[in-house]
């Protein structure tokens, strides 16, 4: 079964800070997706990265895919309160059976 | 574009009753189909996924089902509901197995 450890798992930071979260496996995934839910509704799709040491920058917002494929990054340059919410990872194996696994989340709250 | 109908947004059920909860897509044909259950607003479990109309696919045993009449629909029932089976359910859909999940926005299952 593959495993994927998210920290930390709660986060409160002030306006402006910066800010990494982790995603972590003992197993390799063929791709790695980040998705931020709010409150009460559905996650939403951030970002996809494939490539082992892929980067990926979304505005303030860059995910990087470690070289081995066990491991993702999302960094947050100057947080704004909109980007509160839950953040995702997910893992997708290889081969036939694929599937995603996802991590158990990181809450960030950005506060005003 | 696509879009996703997942209701009723909240449900109150006692221990015993049957239930279904319906998800629609639009927009897309033959959809990769899944059923998550998030408990507390953290990680996601796979219930069920389903590749094509009467083909499902169950990730956890336990007290539900799952049925796809139409292309584009997906149902997840119970004959008999439990104090464990409250949750967050998530209805989410997919252009192909490896292709970047699109959720909607849940029911919120309280069952007394």
């Known amino acids: 079964t593959q495993l994927l450890e998210q920290s930390p798992q709660f986060l409160s930071i002030q306006e402006g800070e910066n800010l990494t979260v982790y995603c972590n496996s003992s197993s390799v995934f063929s791709s790695l997706q980040w998705y931020r839910q709010e409150p009460g509704e559905g996650p939403v799709l951030l970002v996809t990265?494939?490539?082992?040491?892929e980067v990926k920058k979304l505005k303030r917002l860059t995910f990087q895919f470690g070289d081995a494929r066990k491991d993702s990054s999302l960094h947050i340059t100057a947080a704004q309160p909109g980007d509160t919410g839950l953040y995702l990872c997910?893992?997708?194996?290889?081969?036939?059976?694929?599937?995603?696994?996802f991590g158990k989340g990181t809450l960030l709250t950005v506060n005003p | 574009s696509q879009t996703i109908h997942q209701w009723p947004a909240t449900l109150v059920q006692p221990v015993g009753s049957p239930l279904s909860l319906e998800c629609t897509v639009e927009g897309t044909s033959n959809p990769n189909l899944y059923w998550y259950r998030q408990a507390a607003g953290r990680g996601l479990q796979l219930l069920f996924y389903s590749v094509g109309i009467g083909q499902i696919s169950s990730e956890v045993p336990q007290n539900l089902s799952a049925s796809r009449p139409q292309d584009r629909q997906f149902i997840l029932s119970s004959k008999k509901l439990l104090l464990s089976d409250s949750g967050f359910y998530l209805c989410a859909w997919s252009a192909a197995t490896r292709s970047p999940l699109h959720f909607g926005n849940g029911t919120r299952l309280t069952v007394t």
């Open positions: 997910a893992g997708g194996g290889g081969g036939s059976n694929y599937k995603l696994t």
């Open positions: 990265v494939v490539t082992g040491g």
